[in-house]
C-alpha cells in the first residue's frame, strides 16, 4: 500500500513539476507548484512524518496564494487574459539547475537519515517541540532572529512607501 | 462506525435546515416573515429552490479559463469538507486519528482560499478577480489572530488531538481538573465535571481566546461583517458572480460547511465538545445521567448549533467592514491581544501545573 502511494505521488510531483517548468501560464504554474507541494506533502503522510505533512500543507498554501497574489498583481495581462511567461537566462537557468541537481545528488548519496529511521517513531509533535528546546536550540533561536529581523524590514519598508 | 459517514449527510441536510433557518432569522430581525408560500411556515422553501438550482443552465463563459473554473468549486468543497474527518462525535467516535489534528484543520481552512482563488481568476471577470483577491488578504490576515488563539487551547491542554482535547473537557479525563484551573486554591472538580471543566471555565482566559477565534473564525468563513470577497453591494457576487446552477449550488454548501465547521471547532476547543454542561451535585448526578453516545452527539450538535445560529445573528445585525479597517482590526488588534493572551495562558499553565 506504501509502495501504490509513494509511486503515486511521485508521478504527481513528477509531472506537476515538469508541467509547471514548460507552461507558459504563470497561473496554471502557480496552481501546478501548489500540486507539486502538496504532493510532497503525501510522502510525508506514507512515511508517518504527520506533523511535517500539515505543517507543509499549512504554510505552502499560504505562500502559493501570496506568490499568486503578486503573479496577478506584478505581471501583464494579454487581452485573452492570460498571463504569459517567457524563456530568458536559458545558459544561466542550465548552470543553476545542473549545480542544484549535484549538490542534492552529493547531500542524499552522504546522508544517514532515511525514511526507515522515521517511520516508527510516535509522539513526533513532543518529540520535535523538545528536540528544539534542547539539541537544536541554537538554530531554532537563530531562525526566530532571522524571522524578527525580516518583519522589522518588512514593516519599515511598508512604512517608508506609505510616506513617498 | 467512522463520523466521516455520518457528516456526509450531515452537512447535506445541515445545509438543508441552515439556509432556511438563515433566511427565517434574517426576516425576524427585521420584522418580516420570511419565506411563507412552500409549506406550513414555508419550511420546503430551501427544497424548491434546490430543484430549481439543479434545472438550471451549468453555463461556463466563453472567455473563462475552463480547467481552472470548473475545478474552483470542486477543490473549495472537498478542502472543507476534508476537515470534518477529524471531528470526533461521541466518546467513543474520533475521527481521523491525527496527531495534529487542529493544526491540519486550520491548513485545510486555509487551503480554501485556493478554491476561491480558482474562481475569481477562471472567471475572468473583474468582479470575480476582486472578490478572490479579497479574500486571499482576508484569510492569510485573519489566520495568524485564528491561530494564535488556537494555540492559548494547545497550551492549555497540551494537546492537538481533538478527541483528547474534548476528553480532558469532562468526566472521561485522566487528570484532576481544579476549578478555574488554580491548582493552589485546592477545590478538586474531576468528579463533578460538567460546566465545570470546560476549557472555558478550566482557564477563564481562554473565554478571550473564544472571542478572537469567533472573529477570526468569521472572516475564515467569509461571513457578515467580513463578506468582502462577495459583497454583492460592490462586487455583483464576488467570486462566484460566473458560476450558475449545481456548480453555484457548491459553493453555497461550502460557504455552509465552513461556518458549521468553524462552529464545530469553537465547541471542541472552548466548549466542552461532546461534554454535558450540567454538573454532579451530591446525590444529584446530572452529569453522568446526560453523558452517554446520544447524550454526546446531541450536545456537541447543540452546542455548535447554539454558535451557527449566532453567526447568523451577527451578519444580519452588523455593517461590512471596510477593507483597510478589516486590515486594522486584524494586525492591529486581534493580533497583538492574541500574542499577549498566548504569554497569559502560560502563566496560567503554570498555575494549574
Not at chain 2, 473563462?64 to 469538507?81: E, M, N, Q, Y
Not at chain 2, 474531576?190 to 471543566?197: A, E, F, V, Y
Not at chain 2, 468582502?228 to 453591494?233: A, G, V
Not at chain 2, 455583483?236 to 446552477?245: A, K, L, P, R
Request: proline share 3%.
Amino acid at each position: 500500500m506504501n509502495e501504490v502511494g509513494m509511486y503515486f505521488f511521485g508521478l504527481l510531483i513528477f509531472l506537476s513539476g515538469l508541467t509547471l517548468i514548460f507552461t507558459e501560464n504563470l497561473i496554471y504554474a502557480a496552481f501546478l507548484l501548489a500540486l507539486c507541494l502538496l504532493s510532497i506533502a503525501g510522502f510525508y503522510v506514507i512515511y508517518n512524518a504527520s506533523f511535517l505533512a500539515v505543517i507543509q500543507i499549512l504554510i505552502y498554501a499560504a505562500g502559493i496564494l501570496i506568490l499568486i497574489a503578486f503573479g496577478i498583481m506584478l505581471t501583464k495581462r494579454s487581452p485573452e487574459g492570460k498571463v504569459i511567461v517567457g524563456y530568458h537566462l536559458l545558459f544561466f537557468g542550465s548552470l543553476v539547475t545542473l549545480g542544484m541537481a549535484l549538490l542534492i545528488y552529493a547531500l542524499v548519496g552522504s546522508s544517514t537519515i532515511g525514511p526507515h529511521e522515521i517511520i516508527h517513531t510516535t509522539g513526533q509533535v513532543r518529540e520535535i517541540g523538545i528536540r528544539f528546546l534542547t539539541q537544536y536550540i541554537l538554530a531554532f533561536e537563530l531562525i526566530a532572529f532571522l524571522l524578527l529581523v525580516v518583519l522589522v524590514g518588512a514593516s519599515y519598508l511598508g512604512k517608508k512607501s506609505q510616506h513617498a | 462506525m467512522h463520523t466521516f459517514l455520518f457528516y456526509l449527510p450531515f452537512l447535506l441536510f445541515f445545509v438543508l435546515v441552515a439556509v432556511y433557518g438563515e433566511r427565517k432569522i434574517a426576516a425576524f430581525i427585521q420584522s418580516r416573515f420570511g419565506p411563507m408560500d412552500v409549506g406550513p411556515k414555508g419550511i420546503f422553501q430551501t427544497l424548491a429552490d434546490l430543484l430549481k438550482m439543479i434545472q438550471k443552465e451549468d453555463i461556463v463563459p466563453n472567455a473563462a479559463d475552463k480547467p481552472i473554473f470548473l475545478l474552483g468549486p470542486i477543490l473549495f468543497f472537498t478542502v472543507i469538507f476534508a476537515g470534518f474527518s477529524m471531528l470526533p462525535l461521541n466518546s467513543n467516535m474520533a475521527g481521523a486519528a491525527i496527531e495534529s489534528g487542529v493544526l491540519l484543520l486550520m491548513a485545510v481552512v486555509s487551503l480554501d482560499v485556493l478554491g476561491i482563488l480558482m474562481a475569481g481568476w477562471g472567471s475572468n471577470n473583474k468582479f470575480s478577480l476582486f472578490g478572490a483577491v479579497r479574500a486571499i488578504a482576508q484569510i492569510v490576515s485573519f489566520e495568524i489572530p485564528l491561530g494564535l488563539s488556537v494555540l492559548c487551547v494547545v497550551m492549555i491542554c497540551q494537546s492537538m488531538d481533538l478527541q483528547e482535547i474534548t476528553r480532558q473537557q469532562g468526566l472521561y479525563t485522566t487528570d484532576p481538573i481544579f476549578l478555574f484551573g488554580l491548582k493552589g486554591m485546592g477545590i478538586e472538580v474531576t468528579q463533578m465535571g460538567g460546566l465545570l471543566s470546560w476549557n472555558v471555565v478550566k482557564s477563564p482566559l481562554l473565554l478571550f481566546s473564544f472571542l478572537i477565534f469567533f472573529i477570526a473564525g468569521l472572516a475564515e468563513a467569509n461571513r457578515a461583517p467580513f463578506d468582502l470577497p462577495e459583497s454583492e453591494s460592490e462586487l455583483v457576487g464576488g467570486y462566484h458572480t460566473e458560476y450558475s446552477g449545481f456548480r453555484w449550488g457548491i459553493f453555497m454548501l461550502a460557504e455552509y460547511g465552513i461556518m458549521l465547521l468553524i462552529s464545530f471547532l469553537a465547541v471542541i476547543l472552548f466548549f466542552g465538545g461532546w461534554n454535558t454542561p450540567f454538573f454532579n451535585m451530591g446525590s444529584f448526578q446530572w452529569a453522568h445521567w446526560t453523558m452517554g453516545s446520544y447524550w454526546e452527539v446531541f450536545w456537541l450538535l447543540f452546542k455548535t448549533y447554539i454558535l451557527v445560529f449566532v453567526q447568523m445573528w451577527i451578519r444580519w445585525t452588523y455593517p461590512r467592514l471596510r477593507v483597510d479597517q478589516l486590515m486594522t482590526l486584524s494586525w492591529k488588534y486581534l493580533t497583538p491581544f492574541g500574542l499577549l493572551l498566548v504569554f497569559l495562558c502560560g502563566i496560567w499553565k503554570l498555575m494549574m501545573l
